[in-house]
């Protein structure tokens, strides 16, 4: 992998607390940020389609974050993503040729101290760079087809499929 392109649509990972509403916003993408930080060793872009929690994304956003990877003219696509609604969206990817699409995201705020967001990044670097072309989640520590998981609420983690 020489380039790879950042697609962010939000979600808990870019989410920022204000004291003064007791509230969470979606803040600026932090992906950009944090791999600067960690000082990697290949060129990337940020493009930042949405800034929405993944529960307010709708097929019409599902469309446009599509669109927004067919553009680009990188082959290594990295999504960040709300949690709830990601396997979501990344059933909408699919069919997206010439491509390996992971996406990934966090189930604490990046800015929140042992958030793991650095952790799913990390984990959705490496895949998206040894995967064949296809569509694929990245969370909690392991590469997941998104028609065989689901995200347990109740647990707050990615799980298998039941049967």
Known sequence: MQHLTIVTTGG???KIY???KSTFQIGSPQIGEIL???GVAFAFDVV???RKDSLHLDDGDRALIRSAIERQPHRHVLVTHGTDTMVDTAQALHGIDGKVIVLTGALNPA???GSDAVFNIGCAVGAVQTLPDGVYI???GR???PTQVRKNREANRFEPLPG
Do not use: C, G, Q, R
Request: charged share 30%.
């Open 138 to 140: 990245a969370m909690n």
């Open 143 to 145: 590469i997941w087809d």
């Open 36 to 38: 600067e930080t960690l």
């Open 48 to 50: 930042s389609v949405l």
């Open 111 to 113: 800015l929140f101290k």
């Open 18 to 20: 204000f004291d003064d």
């Open 12 to 14: 808990t990972i870019d």
